[in-house]
């Protein structure tokens, strides 16, 4: 009878777990199939997400404004950010692209002006291509034009691959907003409703969600606004000197800001250079001195206030992420490459992590000075001997227990 039962028990146990495989392979084609009908507008619905989750405090207090009316609550939220950051980048954006067509012509005819025989003639005697110089001056020329050729046809690459065909390009601007209509009132974050499905442990659900929110508003934070501050300060200082594609080379420099302390540098300072060799040498100091009074300066200060410790990420990763996803992703990359970098190592944590847990690795080990021996203090003595004693106490406990037993 026993054996019975055991038997129709197992063929009850096998049943469930076939249908339990074949209910998740039909999940498994079914997620597939809807994974390829949104392919196309994953992006946007990420970044309704993301920006949804940032602009949560916002839309609160706008909420609580207008009487708790969601609908008018939502509206406004999204036409403040529009008039704050849609309208100004858009026209940012814009100008430069007309600069950048232009920009590389620009910057050589430039560079063909300045007097190369006054470089040569101050150049010391003992220079190895002094006598060269002069037959190095038409490269040097193809050199730096070609340099700002390449920047500027990767610029508009970026910017063709945001906006690669206007019906494109519009269609998933309004999914964006139209995710974030649904996306705004919600009381919990996007990611964290998707994370709740994962069956992953909700301290891990709660990390990775609170990851991509912080590196989300860090990297807004940061390469956005400072990025603005600084292309808008160095633009304005090539403008004020007249230096050509001002627009444009503000544009490259809020990009190259994702490089702490010496990005915008690496445009002013060939700016500075220019000037210097067209004999323009008062608009040549001003330009030196805006870069350091102003330009460097702003980012030493809004950084820490702006960014702070949201990132958690060296600043080479921020670079390499950063520079990578606008390679892969167009405009956009700007904020998914760091996004996605950080998660990477969140997640690699988390698994370091529950690998200690369960005993299959030791997990980060501090650091410490191998040829110093730990000097025993007062308290961690105390704490010994009192660890002993109860010890000894409940050994004693025991043995009373089992007297009593017998």
Known sequence: ???????????????????????????????????????????????????????????????????????????????????????????????????????????????????????????????????????????IVAKVGQAAGQIADFFVTALSQATRGTVS?????????????FFLPQKTNMFLQLLAHTGLPEAIQTSLGSRVISISRATIKG?????????????????????PGAAFWGCVMAVLSVIPGIGPTLVLIPGVIVLAVNDQYIAAIGLAAWTALAVTTIDNLLRPILVGRDTQMPDLLVLVSTFGGLAAFGAVGLILGPVIAGLFITIWGVLEEQLAAD??????QPRTEPDREPEPTAQGSQSETTRKIRELQNELAELKRQNKGT
């Open 1 to 139: 009878m026993e054996d019975d039962t055991s038997q129709s028990s197992g063929k009850n146990s096998e049943r469930v777990r076939f249908q339990t495989f074949l209910i998740g392979l039909t999940a498994l084609a079914i997620g597939a199939a809807f994974l390829g009908l949104v392919w196309d507008y994953l992006i946007a619905l990420f970044l309704a997400a993301i920006f949804s989750a940032m602009s949560s405090p916002l839309y609160r207090r706008v909420f609580a404004l207008v009487g708790n009316r969601e609908n008018l609550a939502v509206a406004l939220t999204l036409l403040l950010l529009a008039i704050g950051l849609l309208l100004p980048l858009s026209f940012i954006l814009v100008l430069g692209g007309q600069q950048a067509a232009s920009v590389a012509n620009t910057v050589t005819q430039w560079v063909e002006t300045v007097d190369l025989s006054v470089i040569e003639q101050s150049l010391p005697a003992w220079i190895p291509f002094k006598v060269d110089f002069a037959e190095l001056s038409a490269t």
């Open 169 to 181: 390009f519009f269609l998933n601007l309004f999914i964006m907003v139209y995710a974030m209509v």
């Open 223 to 243: 390469t956005f606004l400072i990025g603005v501050a600084q292309g808008f300060l160095g633009g304005l200082g090539f403008w004020a000197t007249g230096l």
């Open 359 to 364: 005993g299959l690795s030791e997990g980060p």
